[in-house]
């Protein structure tokens, strides 16, 4: 736009200077009435230039970036502008003659003046229309921007809540993990001293066990000297055959006194046998966990030894070498029985009762 004007005004200069070198030579005064009123005519023409290029300056905040960007366009524009008119003026001097086609220049010249305020009025009308677009996506980006802000804020919220109820439960846990440890520590103890206990038993059993086997002997002894010095029996009479049996049974009895903590003993080496019903609900297999065996055996760690599946819910298991134990039954999933003793082998009825193996 501002090229067109500085073009138009270059352009009425001109004129208006061959005008004045034709003033002597005109001959016709109509034709130099004609030209002044086309000069007229630009002149207005350059007046509504002006006012819309005051229009077009109100806008130049918006456009000053493009406009500067097409501003070095420009100079080269106005250079070959420039060059444009001097090629004008050379053709305008050999055409002083011809003031009617001067004339039509002169008004094809105003058309393209025209085309081009009016394309410069509907890039401002573009330009406008762009300005209110960006504007109107500056404040959805805006209002895009405090949603999130809001959302972010109640997600930092929910965060703080869940992080909050998060300590709290570590804080449980670990009180509780304190009170199990605690538990752990009395239950150490208490087995350390049921231990202690059971070794002291066990050695005051073994010295009861040492003096009846002497006590024993010394009674074997003392009824064999006895026998030795009984005088022989004569043959009793027939009816009296009877109880002969009777009195040589007396020795006979003695010896298996004698014999049965032996045979008990030996009965008792092979193991202890255990058989337990398994509860509705317990998961399998059944463990057996064993501590305090006499004579001591290797005892398993937690959960224990995993028993034999015997059917119809039963489940059985042989401690090797044991007479007596401590155990608990379980299923290492929650579920066990309380502290149990067994001096003998048996069976657990699903009622907690036991039933001596015969």
Not at 27 to 54: F, K, N, Y
Not at 83 to 89: C, G, H
Not at 98 to 110: C, D, I, S, V
């Amino acid at each position: 736009m501002f090229i067109a004007y500085y073009w138009v005004e270059n352009w009425l200069k001109l004129m208006t200077a061959c005008a004045e070198q034709l003033q002597p030579l005109a001959a016709d005064g109509d034709a130099r009435t004609a030209v002044e009123a086309e000069l007229i005519q630009l002149r207005d023409a350059l007046a509504d230039s002006q006012a819309a290029v005051a229009v077009a300056v109100q806008e130049r905040g918006e456009l000053q970036a493009e406009l500067e960007r097409g501003r070095l366009q420009a100079e080269a524009d106005r250079a070959d502008h420039a060059r444009q008119l001097i090629e004008s003026v050379s053709a305008a001097d050999k055409r002083l003659g011809e003031q009617a086609a001067t004339r039509e220049a002169a008004q094809a010249e105003a058309e393209v003046l025209r085309d081009e305020l009016t394309a410069a009025s509907a890039e401002a009308r573009q330009a406008r229309a762009e300005a209110k677009r960006l504007r109107e996506d500056v404040k959805a980006v805006q209002a895009r921007a405090e949603q999130a802000a809001k959302e972010a804020k109640g997600q930092s919220e929910r965060l703080v809540e869940e992080i909050a109820a998060l300590r709290r439960e570590r804080q449980a846990a670990v009180a509780q993990a304190d009170a199990l440890r605690a538990e752990n520590e009395r239950l150490a103890a208490e087995i350390a001293a049921n231990r202690t206990t059971t070794e002291s038993l066990r050695l005051e059993l073994g010295a009861i066990q040492e003096k009846l086997q002497a006590a024993l002997s010394d009674a074997a002894n003392a009824r064999l000297v006895a026998d030795a010095a009984r005088p022989p029996v004569q043959d009793p009479p027939p009816a009296e055959h009877r109880k002969t049996p009777k009195r040589a049974r007396k020795p006979s009895g003695t010896a298996a006194k004698a014999a049965s903590p032996a045979a008990a003993k030996a009965a008792s080496s092979a193991g202890l046998a255990l058989r337990f019903c398994k509860p509705a609900g317990w998961a399998e297999p059944v463990h057996v966990h064993y501590w305090n065996t006499d004579p001591a055996v290797g005892e398993p760690a937690w959960p224990g030894t995993a028993m034999t599946d015997e059917g119809e819910g039963w489940w059985a298991h042989q401690i090797e070498g044991a007479r007596t134990a401590s155990l608990v039954f379980n299923d290492a999933a929650g579920h066990q029985t309380g502290n149990l003793h067994r001096d003998r082998s048996g069976s657990l009825e699903s009622d907690g009762a036991w039933v001596d193996d015969a």
